[in-house]
């Protein structure tokens, strides 16, 4: 027993720059006379330190061996317990080497004094995270986006059990190791998504940046040394304007359809349409965000619930009338009893159908950037104080430069270029191609 201890103590020394050593503070000595005995472990040039459950007169400390001398009950008592905690760092030490494939001075410390381990498997720290995300819901953090972390969850734990099953892992048969994650798991997780979950590029990306976010919290934890895919970067494809051709929308709004739960999404399309509002901001749009000025315009006040940034928009006809249209439905101050968030989307497609055209509700707020300010003359900076926007970078993705508001712009340009006129040299040249005389000519 003794000679496999000696050769662990071998292995240690040889693969690792791992050191213990014991010492007391002679500047800081108890009402009994003692000091307390304190442990430095140092691993690579990083040391940990803690206080030991011991402590001895300075007399009896002896620096150089990091021991007690003489036989008196304190000394024997102290010795014993360093001998012990020796052995059990030494223990923690292979333990972690073992489990993480690194090791440092803080786990080990962290692993003797028994604080809590972090999580060496991907699915454990993943639902570590979200509980953690749950209990801040309502407080900074919103439903919504905890769904979409439990969806990822989902995703991932279904591709893990796949790929354990596949390679027959009798080890593991629920969860992935951190230290085991790879440029292949990376790329096969994207390939499943994108083929057996059928995703877009953009969802995909989604939950391939989800994947990111546990593995640079794993390094932030220090139970991964190294972020394996601090270097991949998903593909996200081109961000484009999403709004509704111009036909489209105007059959939109000039078209009727029977089904009410269909006429309530067409009429809060429209709304969203003529002010720019998300889905999450119509839904707790109440009376107190509706104010009147001197002049009898409307205005909607309202802080964006994304990001918090205040949003003014003019009510123009059309929403004001859709307002009235459904106060008799009220049932508190908000202005429409909106759907929930699936049901619209369901809603929405099916009304997309009916019309022959393709639908989501987002598309709403991209009409507004793009059909009802941008393409009739309204400042972009404008348009991103309406829309709530921190940068006018973002408000360029939603308001789309249209040709027809390019053509319009033109035609603006010529008339005031026509109305002043400019002089433009000219040389003239002869048939034979020699240069002749120079004339002013207005354009």
Partial sequence: MEKNHTNQEKEIKRRSTFSVLFYINRTK????????????ISIDGQAAQFGVKASIAPSLWEPETGRATGRSANALE???AIGDLTEQIEGHYRAVRKNLGFVTAELVKNAVLGIAQHKLTLLALFREHNEEFRKRVGV???????????????????????????????????????????????????LFLRTECGMMPKTVHEHLYRLKKMTRRAVSQGTLRRDPYGKDHPALPERKSRHLKHEDLKRLLEKGIDKPNLQRVR???????????AYADLRRLSEKDITRDADGTSWIHIRRKKSETPSAIRLLDVPLRIIEKY?????????????????????????????????????????????????????????????????????QIYAKVTDRKVDEDMKRLKKR??????????????ETGSKGSRKRRAI
């Fill in 327 to 395: 106060r008799p439905e009220r049932k508190s101050d908000k202005i429409f009893n909106l759907y929930s968030r699936t049901y619209l989307i369901k809603l929405t497609r099916e009304l997309g159908r009916a019309y022959g055209i393709d639908m989501t509700f987002h598309k709403a707020r991209h009409n507004f950037g793009t059909h009802i300010t941008l393409s009739l003359g309204v400042p972009i900076e404008t348009v991103s104080r309406m829309m709530g926007h921190k940068s006018i970078g973002t408000t």
């Fill in 140 to 190: 900074d953090r919103v439903e919504e986006t905890y769904m979409s972390y439990v969806n990822s969850y989902n995703h991932l734990a279904a591709f893990v059990r796949q790929r354990l099953r596949e390679r027959e892992d009798t080890e593991a048969r629920d969860d992935i190791a951190l230290r085991a994650l790879d440029k292949t798991f990376y790329d096969d997780f994207e």
């Fill in 29 to 40: 000595v108890r009402k009994d006379g003692t000091c307390q005995l304190l442990c430095k």
């Fill in 417 to 430: 270029i026509g109305s002043r006129g400019i002089n433009l040299y000219e040389e003239e040249t002869s």
């Fill in 78 to 80: 102290v010795n014993r």
């Fill in 267 to 277: 009429d809060w399309f429209i709304f969203a349409t003529f002010t720019g509002l």
